[in-house]
């Protein structure tokens, strides 16, 4: 580990620090020193600084443990934040915002960590880089309270970030914007330095600004999802395509075709999050966003239509085996939080339902959900099963051999939430099979 200042003067790159080892902190600092950068990250968890310091990666991202280690000479990893006050000048902010029992986004660690630096003696050398989503104005407030408590010197931005997990590294070093606000255009300078060999769109604006981009980019996102949902669940009632729908409507270069994938619903840490907090703050500000409030019923309901599907053909769930293939919110991450897979396996359970699952890398669902029996494997799950939910569709899922798997089910029924699976090759095996949005008699 290099805990030697000095040997910053060597590097071309600038000194960062980042505040949460979290996964937006952790990909952030890591992705910052592939581009050169001498970076100190700090965690307040001993454990988790303990393991990055061994070159452990805590969390489940493609990637990032191997940059991690070609860049390790230029990372530290500290409990400490006067280490890091005293090794970098642009210091980002990435400590989590969760959303309160009123929907708005929990700032207490935010507020936390201006307390430590003033206690710990953050200057004029400072610039404070806002990683972490927080609701638009917030910018203004922290730059008063900075203010108040004599840190006037000190410099604040806003810069959200815009990675998916699971290709955070890509989105990280390929963005396609990369977003500053500011207060003084040189402290603006200073952040836009650090990107400048992404080469990328850089986009500079007021902090406020900013922060509604990020906001206003996922809400939009989630948007399209229950657009497409939408559309999947009135598909079903007339006879179309989802599939070739959403294809027909992507050609057309203003809408685009990305996420317009229909589904479970969205999950997730920063969907229903962020769609949340943004309803909440214009809720709060008289607004009443009602589009962001269907976007949001509709997700719900979305999750629970595969139990209406489920009840269609077993008539009832009481006693029945139903198999959750795949947990997390989407496919290659281990993270559940707002996962579909949580609401289908506590609706399943509540009907009565014996419910099997399994995940190639989630495996539990917690203290709540401790009915469910967790397999090693997807034929484990699906063996002696009433029914089958692809709920998140991995690739080792969806590639599962089918025909091998159905006479091990009690009844060959099979639900497709993700539209992953090709429907003629699952009706050819056998399967009586379901998407979402498409007719089981149209599927051949
Ligand atoms: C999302 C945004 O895509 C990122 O740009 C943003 O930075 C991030 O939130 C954040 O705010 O930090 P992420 O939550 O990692 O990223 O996941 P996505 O890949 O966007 O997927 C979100 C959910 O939408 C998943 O449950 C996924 O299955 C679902 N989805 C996505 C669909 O149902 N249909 C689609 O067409 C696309």
């Known amino acids: 580990m290099s805990a030697d200042t000095g040997a910053g003067e060597a590097d071309a790159g600038a000194r960062v620090g980042v505040i949460g080892a979290g996964y937006v902190g952790l990909v952030t600092g890591v992705c910052l020193a592939s581009l050169g950068h001498r970076v100190v990250l700090r965690d307040i968890d001993e454990a988790k600084v303990e393991r990055l310091n061994a070159g452990d990666v805590p969390i489940y991202e493609p990637g990032l443990e ?7 000479e230029r990372l530290e990893f500290t409990e400490s934040l006067k280490r890091l006050l005293d090794a970098s000048e642009i210091v980002f902010i990435a400590v989590d915002t969760p959303p309160t029992y009123s929907g708005d986004a929990d700032l207490s660690r935010v507020h936390r960590v201006l307390d430590e630096l003033q ?21 203004e407030r922290l730059r008063a309270e900075l203010d108040a408590r004599g840190l006037d010197g000190v410099g604040y931005c806003s810069n959200p970030e815009f990675l998916k997990e699971g290709a955070a590294i890509a ?57 497409i949902n939408e559309i999947a669940n009135v598909c079903e009632e007339v006879g179309a395509d989802v599939d070739v729908v959403a294809e027909g ?12 994938r229909p589904g479970v619903g969205f999950g997730g840490s920063c969907f229903p999050k962020d769609v949340a907090a943004l309803k909440q703050l214009a809720g709060n500000s008289g607004y009443h966003f ?59 359970l509540a009907e009565g339902a014996h419910v099997t699952a399994y995940d190639p890398v989630v495996n539990g669902l917690g203290e709540r959900l401790a009915g469910v029996e967790i397999h090693s494997s997807a034929e484990g799950a699906l063996a002696g099963a009433h029914a089958g939910v692809l709920v998140t569709e991995w690739r080792s899922i969806v590639e599962l051999d089918w025909s ?36 089981p008699e149209a599927l051949r």
């Open 66 to 72: 191997a940059l991690m280690a070609e860049h390790r």
């Open 119 to 139: 206690a710990t003696g953050a200057d004029a050398r400072h610039v404070l880089v806002m990683k972490s989503t927080v609701p638009v104005g917030t910018g």
């Open 171 to 227: 989105d990280f070093l390929e963005p396609d914007r990369v977003v500053i606000g500011d207060f003084r255009p040189e402290d603006g300078d200073r952040v836009e330095a650090l990107y400048a060999p992404l080469g990328a769109p850089i986009m500079r604006t007021s902090v406020p600004s900013a922060e509604m981009v990020k906001y206003a980019s996922n809400a939009f996102l989630a948007t399209k999802i229950s657009f």
């Open 249 to 260: 409507m992507g050609l057309d270069k203003r809408i685009g075709p990305a996420f317009l």
């Open 290 to 348: 009602q589009l962001l409030t269907s976007v949001i019923e509709v997700n719900e309901l979305q999750k629970r239509r595969v139990i209406n599907k489920l009840k269609k053909h077993l008539e009832t769930l009481e006693g029945r085996r139903i198999a959750l293939l795949g947990l997390a919110f989407k496919p290659d991450t281990d993270d559940i939080r707002e996962a579909s897979s949580l609401v289908l396996a506590a609706r399943l």
């Open 404 to 439: 091998a798997v159905r006479p091990s089910m009690a009844t060959p029924l099979v639900i497709d939430g993700r539209n992953a699976l090709d429907p003629a090759s699952m009706l050819d095996a056998g399967y009586v099979f379901e998407g979402v949005g498409r007719l």
